[in-house]
Every structure is written in C-alpha cells, then in structure tokens.
C-alpha cells in the first residue's frame, strides 16, 4: 500500500550479526522481512543503515521473493530474483539477476528488472547479455476474468 | 481431375457411412478454429523458449531448388518455386490468439501503473498462431491492443504481411498495417498498399497493387484505390482498377470483382482474339458477373469484322441437386460475311445470309444428383444451318455436326423398375436437298424391369413412343418404306414390349446363360405405309439365346507376377423369320459390325425390325493381368459368326424373302443393295479382331480390324497409340480405314472408303513452353482435314497461347471428292492471367476438340 | 502348357462391397453394384462394415467425331467412357491407389437415321459400362487374392503404376 513506507520494518532470522563500523547488520539463515504489506524471503539480507536510519535492504536467495499489495483492488505483486535490493528512501526495488515480477496476471522476466513502488512503474531491460532478453507474458481476457 | 500430383486423396469415415474423400494439398490448409484448451498455469518461463519469431525472407518465397519433394508437389504449373510457410513448433502455435496467451520477448520493457508496457529492442510476440516481430511495441492491457512500429512483420497461418507501423487487437482478428506488403499463400496473391486493414476476417486494402506473380516479377500487377478480399468466400471486388503488363498500363475499370482461388472465374474474362479470312478480325470480351453464390452470367459482346457485332449470353445456374446452363447469342443484320470462295446471289448481288438475323439458343440441364428422378435437358436450335460453319470456333468437331439434337427427358428409379419420360428431335444441318428430316419422338416413354430370383434374371422391357414428322418442307421420303399411302413420311403409335428370363449361371472356372426371349410390336399408324393397307400391324416373335464360356489361366513363366487367361465363349442365337414387310422404319438401322457384334442376338438396333437369326458365334479372348493390381497388361480377341441359315428381314421391304430367294441376275439390284443382299445370303461373317495394350503407365496401344474372307478383303482396320500423362503431356497417333460401297456419280465411280490418319500431340518443352501440333489427313481423297501448330507459354501467373489453324470447310453440295473442299485458315491468340481473371475459351476449346486426352487447366 | 480352369479360391473370397458415389441412382453404379450380386458379393450399404470400398471419384463420357465424309460431315462418331476411382478396405486403408479406367467405341453415323444411331450409341454406351465393371471386379479379385503378407509391399507397388 501506498502507507506500507512509513511502516515500521521487521526482520526475522536464524542468525544475525551487526557491524557497527560498516553500519550494516547481515541477518543470514531463512531471513523474512516485513513492512506493512511489502513481505521479503531471501538466504542472506544486508541492511546498510547511517545515523541508524534505514537506507538500503539488499536481498540474496535463490532466488530471492518479493510480495506487496500496491493497492486494495489491485492484485498482489510477486517478485523475486537472485539479489533483491530495496532502497527505500528511492522507494525503488531493483531485481537482478533472474528477475521475474507478477502483477494482474501479467509477468515479466528478464536480467535486470526496477520497479518504482510510488511510481508503481517498472522498468526492465536486458542488460549486456543480448540473449537474455526480457520476456512478458500477458494472459488471454477471457482467463483474466477467471482468476 | 488432372491435378493428381500435387494433391493427396484421403478418406475419412463420415457419420452416414459413406467415405468421405477429399483432396488435401500439402502442407496442410489453413488451421480451423482449435477446441477451447484449458490454459495451464504458467509461471515465468526461462529465457530459453521466449518467443522467437524468424525475419520472412523474400516474402516466404522458396526457389525449385531449395524445395523439398513434397513441397515441390504444391508448385503451381509453370512456377519455379512456391510460396512455404516457417513451420510453427513453438508452444500454444495451435491456439487461436483469442485463447492463448500474448508472449512477448523484447530488450527493455517498461510498464506503466494502467498496464500499458513500453518494450524497445527487437520486440518478438506470439499469440496462439499469431507471431508478430518489430523493433518497438506497446502493449496496452486495458484497451486490449498492441501498437508496433519499425520493420512490423504480422504472420498467421496462410498470411503474411510486412509494414513500418500496425496495430493488432489481442481479442480479435483485427489488424491495421500501414505501407503494407502482403501475401496469401493459399492463392499465390501478393501485392503492396498504404494502408491495410483486417476487419471480421476481411482485407480492406488502400491504393493497393494485387498480382499473382512470384516475387520480383512484374509480369502483370492490379494497381487500385481500393481492394477487398475475402478469404472465406474468396472473392474480392476493387474499385479504379488499372491492370499493368511490365509496368505499362493496359486497361482501365471502374469496378472489378474476381476470384482469388479457383472456385470460379469471375470478373474480366480475358478478350479472345482472332483473326481469318471469311471473318476478318473477330474480336469477343466476355465480361463475367458473379451474381450470387449459386448462378453467374457471362456477357460477351463480340465484334466480327465482315458481319457486324454481335452478343453472346451464357446464365448459369448451380443447385445441389440441378446444374443448369442458358446460352444465346445474336447477330442482327449479317454482312454476309467475305468468302472470296462463295459467289454472291446471282440476282440479288448479296452474299449468303446477308441482311439476315443469325441467332442460336441452347439450354443444357441436369437434374436429380443422387436421387431417385433424374431430369435432362439438352435444347440447342440455330437459325440456319451455316450458323457454327460461319459464327462458331469452327474445329472439324463442331464444323462436322449435321445435327443438333433437342431432347428432354425425365425418369424415376425403383430397386426393379426404371421409368422415363422422353421428347426428342433433331434440327437437320443441311443445305443440300437429299437430307431428310428426321423423324420426332414425341413422347416416348421407356418402363424396364429388372428382377433377379438366385440365378434366374428377369427383364420386362416396355416401350411406347409416338413418332411424328414436320414434313412440311416438300422433300418426300426417297424409299417406300417410310412414305405412307398419301406419299408423306407415315407417322403413328409403337408398342415394343421385351420380356425375358435368363438362367445366369456362374462358376469360377465358367459360365452358362441361356435366355428365353419374346418380343411384341404392334404400331398405331395413322395411315398405312404405301403399297400396305394394314395401318395396325403387330409381330410377335420368341428368341432362344445360349451364352456360354469358360475361364482357363496359367501363371506366365516369360513374365513374373503375371496371369494370363484363355477364356473361349460360344453365343448362339435362335430367332424364327417373321414377315415385317408391312412395318416401317421409325428409327432402325443395321448396327456397325465389330467383334462385339458376335455377342449380341440382333443384328438391328432400333425398335422397328426383329431380325431373323440362326447363328453361332465364337470367339476367344486372352488376357495378361497383374496379380497384384488386377490391371490388364493386354486383351486380345478374336472369333466370327457362323450363320446356319440366310437372314431374310431388312430395312428395305422390296429385298423381301421371295425376292432374295429368286436372286437370279445381280446387277438387278442397286450397289448398296447387292451389298446387303449377299451379307444376307452369306454363310458367316467377317473375322473380328480386337487387341488392347497397355505398354506402360502412361502409354497406350489398341487395334481392331474386321476381314471378310469371301471377298478375301479388309472391311475395317484401325490402329493407335497414345501417350498421356494427366498433366496435359500428350501424344496421340492413330489410323482408321473403313471400307464402304463405292458411290456412282454421272459415270464416275467414286472411291468413298474411308481412310484417315490422326496426329496429335501437346509436348511440354522445358518448363515454361509447350509445342502444340495436330494433323488430320484424308489418305482416301489425298487432302488434310484439319492442321493447326503452336506454342503455348505457361509462366507462374499468366498464360499465352498462339495457335495457327487450317480446316476443311465442310460444304452439303459436293459430291465429287476432286472439287476440292475450300481450305479456311485463321490465327488464334489466347492470353490469360490466373487468378485474375478466367481464360477466353477460345484457344481452350480449340485444344479440346483437337487434340485427345486434352483438359483444360485453370 | 499349364493351362488350368480357374479356381474357386480365387473367385469366392469377397464377402461384401460398399459402392461409394456421388449418385447412387445413376446408371454406373446400378450396373456395378447388379454384376457384384451376381458374384453372390454382397453389397453392403454402410462402409465400415464392408470387407472392401469402391470407391468412384468421377466419371466421364465423350462423344467425338471419329472420321469425316467427302463433303467433311460425321461419318463415324467415337465414344468414350472414362471412370476414376480407387478401392479402400473396411477401415480406410488404401488398397488400390486412385487410377482411371477408358472404354472407347466407334459407331458408323448414318445422317438418315439419327435417331437409330442415338440408340446405338445408348448401346455401346451400356456396353463400355459393362466393360469399365468387368475390369473394377478383375482388380477386386486381385487385390482379395493377395497373399495378406505382402499387402503393404503390394500397396507401394500399386501406387508405382
């Protein structure tokens, strides 16, 4: 949702060490991240923070999910990728690598996928990599009704 | 159905039982709407199966040589390649885009929040069978449409086109292509436009050109405003047409409509062109109106130099069960026509028919496919006898006719019973005064049964017809027997009945068919027949026949997987003498004697004689057939009849028994009578010979010949041989002699036997040309009946034919074979462009009647 | 020299005949289908259940002028008959591969008795179809006395003529 932003964010892991030098807190082991409606899964999350103010989540799985409900009528939107970076103050997800993302039926896939979550714009492309080229699918009417 | 290379039969059991066989050309056509599959979930697919959608390379055109066997067997007569499709093996390629869902691969995407996705970069989409590619694309989830620009390639089934920019909608088949080259593979149809577009399944094209040509070829092209084409009914109409040869425009129309496959000629039929010397130049444009689906007219106003114009109609009409064509034609006020070989009227200065009206009208109708009725109409009436000779594509064939015929008939089939209803006459051809006018059969009415108990065959044939005679013109009748007492043709009722059981008795090794027959006539006349006063007369006469043969058969050893038979038969036939000097002759004449002729127990066709027979005939037949397909290599036959006793009825009542018996002096009798005489008083007939051979697929040989061992001389001889390919490939070589009773005219005496040799042949000549030739010479009076030469050249997507004629012009006076027939020549000149317009019938019709074995193709 | 009458198997293993035509009232297939009873074969109304298909695709008849008189009118007319068609086993399988049968037949014309001669044209007219039978029959037999391994291999050599 448009409030999720200004949800507290909550983090749960098997492990969890903090690097107060660096800023960054690595949370390893089956780590879920919540805020509001935005729900992150990933193996290994780094959360770099300055001034203990959150500034950029980057994700890493295989792959790496993402999910939030952008508005009440709208249908959720999955994601996922090999590293999921979540820059909040941009309020931007980047997907890279095996990036994929669903929303009303329709989903892409491709190298490099952004997604503006105010905006609610994605951009993707495919990167150096001309064979990986970026793929859409965008289910029949008739179907979409069904779901 | 000459087109059995490129297509393939196959039959599929229909509900009704009955094989339902049709051709299907290779590949298959275009896709029919698929059942509506369950879409299974789909989740992202890996990149490796993204839509991959090939750059169309020269419009799909393959050469010759690139083509595989099976696609070179959908090539077009004439092409050296064919237009094939990209196979479609993606995943969902059967769905219908309505169904399926719209894959797109593309180098960046960027979708905005109202699901309207910008994709840059080599953008390649599939949708079912729709496969789109373009460098940019965007796809607007809400409105349902995909907007593409940049090299657009849009390809379904059956359809390919090319643009800078289209839309597509992702629910129906709508499609809007700018600077559009497009293509219908079915129907070889190409061409270019500004703008075209796809509404309910048909093209709307804009300034659009249309050719069948293959690419890079602009041998002949439409340029047009405006061209619809429908796919489904495969017509297409276009408004301000300009037809251009090799970028020259040749013609101008404001409205065209045509077909863009071969379900029927329509529009502009091409003009045929000719050119000879009693006509002068001889101009007809045919123009074709396809009124609605089920009946056509073509109109043909036609320009004849030396006569003035003239209009031909052609109405057709098609139904499932009737099929019925109207024609007619007029020629006001004729010139007369220029045949320096004809001098005018000696007083009047005119010229044979000049300032007449010259008209013909002809109704041909068939009725009652797969029913039991059946109705036929076969009506054609000229307005004098020279109206084919002077107005028609005289070939010897149709300059030959001495009679048109005019019949109507209809009939109704029971499991045993046969019924028909027939009126039938002749309209005579004839100037010359000593052909009489033939006799009209109104009505006759025909109610055959036909019953079978195990092996007994019983058939009750009976028959009424009235005869009449117009014989108002004032030629009487030259021999007595058809002249009633008042010296005009005798007219009246016949009753024929036929009945007779025949035990068929068959085994494996043999058959034995003995017959009991009588037959009953019994006429109604309304006057005698001159020198008889009996206007009732009736015969009734019993007939026993014995039918009898056996199958021998070997295994050839000089030729393997062969069987050659043996099979003798032995025909005797039994029928007592009945007077039948008091009945005349409606419609019986002797028949053409053949070897067939030994297995039939009269010597009459025709209903008016019972002929007397006391014969044994026999005969032997031996033929080679392969074991495994049951096709006969060779059939050969031969055998004569043995006559026990002299036949005494004839046609002609004078030649009556006491006469014949008392036959001192022979020159008492007229040439054609001895003829008959001594062939009655003979102890057996000719030998009758037949041979058949098949010397290979494709080639042909026959033969028959009939001699006559009392005269020690030949009565028949004919031989030929023919080459046929059923792709118009054609060669036929034959000759006939037929020996006939010489005629004396003043104190000549004039050979009239009949000795013609035949030569025809349509020889393909590389790809493109065929050799047309055909000559028909008259061995007996030493002059050519019929030659023409040609060539005919077949390109991919038109045709010309030249064809340079000379035939004998048949004339009803002469009598002496030296005053020699006069000669007319003419050039013919046919050019066709297919898929746009039918061919004038002209050259074809030429061709047809020439050469054997000819068809004509589209 | 080996001459020997022909042999019951080779006749009588022809159980039932399905027609299959366009027109099953027309003259062609009446012929046909009376010389198929006459070899005790029975013809069967309903295809599948038929040991063998015939079935015709198209026919064709032609009258042309054969030779012309001193004064180039008809003196002798030339008829043919022509019939395609192609024989099927009870399930489809194509036996005999589509192929064209001729008859032809000439007649002296006699231009005072036209209507005589039109009768002897009906005539030969029956005749030529009694032929084009004949002939179908002799292929049937053939294609029942094939010795059933080689069917296949006959198939394609079948099609090679």
Avoid at chain 2, 220 to 238: K, R
Avoid at chain 2, 630 to 658: C, H, M
């Amino acid at each position: 949702l448009q409030s999720d932003a200004n949800q507290p964010i909550k983090i749960e892991s098997d492990k969890a060490e903090r690097n107060d030098k660096k800023g960054t807190t690595v949370y390893e082991g089956s780590v879920v991240i919540r805020q509001g409606t935005i729900k992150i899964r990933a193996d290994k999350v780094i959360v770099y923070s300055e001034r203990n103010k959150v500034d950029r989540i980057v994700c890493i799985g295989k792959p790496a999910h993402y999910q939030q409900q952008p508005k009440p009528e709208d249908g959720l939107v999955l994601a996922s990728g090999d590293t999921i970076e979540y820059h909040l103050a941009a309020d931007r997800i980047d997907l890279l690598k095996n990036a994929s993302l669903e929303q009303n039926g329709t989903t892409i896939t491709g190298e490099k996928i952004h997604y503006d979550l105010k905006a609610e714009v994605v951009k993707a492309s495919s990167g150096d990599n001309p064979k990986q080229r970026i793929q859409m699918v965008i289910p029949p009417s008739n179907q979409k009704e069904g779901n | 159905e000459s087109s059995s290379g490129k297509m393939q039969w196959e039959c599929k059991a229909s509900p009704s039982g009955e094989w339902q066989c049709g051709e299907r050309s290779l590949p298959g056509r275009t896709f029919s709407r698929p059942t509506h599959p369950e879409p299974e979930a789909y989740e992202p697919e890996p990149d490796d199966d993204a839509p991959k959608v090939e750059l169309a390379r020269n419009l799909d055109w393959v050469e010759q040589d690139a083509l595989t066997e099976e696609q070179q067997k959908t090539m077009a007569p004439g092409c050296c390649g064919a237009y094939v499709e990209p196979p479609r093996d993606y995943p969902e390629s059967d769905l219908d885009p309505a169904d399926a869902p719209l894959r797109v691969a593309s180098e960046t995407t960027e979708v905005e929040q109202e699901n309207v996705a910008h994709l840059r970069g080599k953008v390649q989409l599939t949708q079912g069978y729709r496969q789109v590619r373009s460098q940019n694309a965007t796809v607007d989830q809400n409105t349902r449409t995909v907007d593409l620009d940049g090299d657009v390639q849009f390809r379904e089934p059956g359809l390919l086109l090319t643009g800078d920019h289209a839309q597509i909608n992702m629910d129906t088949k709508d499609v809007t292509i700018d600077n559009a080259t497009y293509l219908l593979h079915e129907s070889n149809v190409r061409g270019t436009a500004t703008q075209m577009n796809r509404r309910d399944a048909v093209f709307y094209i804009d300034n659009a050109t249309y050719t069948t040509c293959e690419p890079g070829s602009n041998a002949w092209q439409l340029v047009s405003s405006e061209v619809d084409i429908n796919p489904e009914t495969g017509i297409a109409h276009a408004k301000h047409v300009r037809l251009e040869v090799k970028d020259i425009p040749i013609m101008y129309a404001p409205w065209l409509r045509f077909p863009i496959d071969d379900r029927r000629a329509s529009g502009l039929l091409f003009p045929s062109f000719q050119f000879g010397d009693e006509n002068g130049i001889d101009f007809a444009q045919p123009i074709y109106l396809n009124l609605a689906p089920n009946y056509d007219a073509t109109i043909t106003p036609r320009y004849i130099q030396e006569r003035g114009p003239m209009a031909e109609v052609e109405l057709r009409h098609l139904s499932k069960l009737t099929n019925t064509v109207l024609g007619g034609a007029f020629l006001s006020d004729d010139d007369g026509g220029d045949d320096d070989d004809e001098e005018p009227d000696v007083i009047t200065g005119d010229r044979n028919y000049e300032g007449e009206d010259r008209w013909l009208v002809s109704v041909d109708h068939e009725g009652g496919f797969g029913k039991r009725w059946s109705t036929l109409v076969d009506y054609t009436k000229v307005s004098d006898s020279d109206y084919f000779r002077d107005l028609d594509n005289t070939t010897l064939e149709v300059n030959s006719q001495t009679h048109l015929k005019q019949v109507a008939s209809t009939s109704y089939r029971l499991d045993h019973w046969f019924f028909n209803i027939k009126g039938q006459k002749f309209q005579t051809l004839n100037d010359d005064f000593d052909r009489i006018e033939q006799y009209k059969q109104l009505p006759r009415v025909d109610a055959n049964g036909d019953y079978r108990f195990g092996d007994f065959v019983v058939n009750l044939d009976n028959q009424y017809t009235y005869f009449d005679h117009d014989d108002d013109d004032n030629l009487a009748p030259t021999n007595t027997y058809m002249q009633d007492d008042l010296g005009t043709f005798v007219t009246g009722e016949r009753l024929r009945l036929n009945y007779s059981v025949t035990w068929d008795k068959q085994w494996a090794w043999g058959y034995f068919r003995p017959t009991a027959k009588v037959r009953h006539l019994t006429y109604n006349l309304d006057d005698p027949i001159m020198g008889q006063n009996d206007d009732s007369p009736s015969v009734t006469v019993p007939t026993g026949v014995i039918d009898a043969g056996i199958y021998l058969e070997r295994d050839t050893t000089w030729l393997q997987g062969f069987t050659q038979t043996l099979e003798p038969r032995v025909y005797m036939v039994h029928t007592k003498y009945e007077d039948q000097s008091d009945i005349p002759d409606f419609d019986t004449s002797l028949m053409t004697f053949s070897y067939s002729q030994l297995f039939r127990d009269d010597r009459f066709t025709g209903g008016d004689r019972i002929g007397d027979t006391e014969q044994i005939s026999v005969g032997l037949t031996s033929r080679l057939i392969d074991q495994n397909t049951g096709v006969e290599w060779l059939r050969a036959s031969f055998g004569q009849i043995f006559y026990l006793d002299d036949r005494y009825v004839t046609l002609d009542p004078t030649l009556n028994k006491a006469f014949l018996k008392a036959l001192g002096d022979p020159d008492s009798l007229s040439a054609a009578q001895r003829e008959v005489a001594t062939d009655m008083l003979s102890d057996e007939s000719a030998y009758a010979a037949e041979i058949a051979l098949r010397l290979s697929e494709n080639w042909r040989a026959q033969a028959d010949l009939l001699y006559d061992e009392d005269d020690s001389q030949l009565d028949r001889g004919t031989a030929s041989l023919r080459y046929n390919d059923r792709n118009n490939r054609l060669f036929n070589v034959s000759y006939r002699f037929n020996r006939r009773i010489p005629r004396i005219v003043g104190n000549e005496i004039i050979d009239t036997d009949i000795e013609q040799a035949d030569f025809s042949t349509m020889l393909p000549i590389g790809r493109n040309w065929s050799l047309i030739a055909k000559h028909n010479f008259d061995l007996t009076n030493s002059r050519e009946l019929e030659t023409f030469f040609g060539f005919q050249y077949d390109s991919c997507c038109w045709r010309f034919s030249l064809l340079a004629r000379r035939w004998l012009d048949r004339d009803d006076y002469i009598l002496l074979p030296d005053e020699d027939l006069e000669e007319d020549d003419g050039i013919f000149f046919q050019i066709q462009f297919k898929g746009l317009a039918g061919s004038g019938r002209k050259v074809d019709a030429l061709l047809e009647d020439g050469i054997y074995g000819y068809v004509p193709t589209e | 020299c080996g001459w020997h009458l022909r042999g019951t198997a080779q006749v009588n293993n022809i159980s039932s005949v399905h027609i299959s035509a366009a027109d099953r009232f027309n003259d062609f297939y009446e012929s046909l289908s009376r010389s198929l009873e006459a070899n005790d074969v029975v013809v069967e109304n309903n295809a599948t259940k038929a040991q063998y298909s015939v079935v015709i695709l198209d026919q064709s008849s032609r009258r042309r002028t054969g030779s012309v008189s001193v004064s180039a009118r008809v003196s002798e007319y030339q008829l043919t008959e022509n019939v395609t068609m192609m024989i099927l086993d009870g399930n489809g399988k194509t036996l005999l591969p589509r192929s064209t049968l001729t008859a032809e037949r000439y007649f002296d014309f006699d231009e005072n008795d036209v209507q005589s001669k039109e009768g002897e044209a009906e005539m030969l007219k029956r005749e030529m179809r009694d032929d084009l039978v004949r002939q179908i029959i002799i292929r049937l037999n053939a294609i029942a006395n094939r010795p059933a391994a080689s069917s296949t291999s006959a198939e394609q050599d079948a099609a090679a003529h």
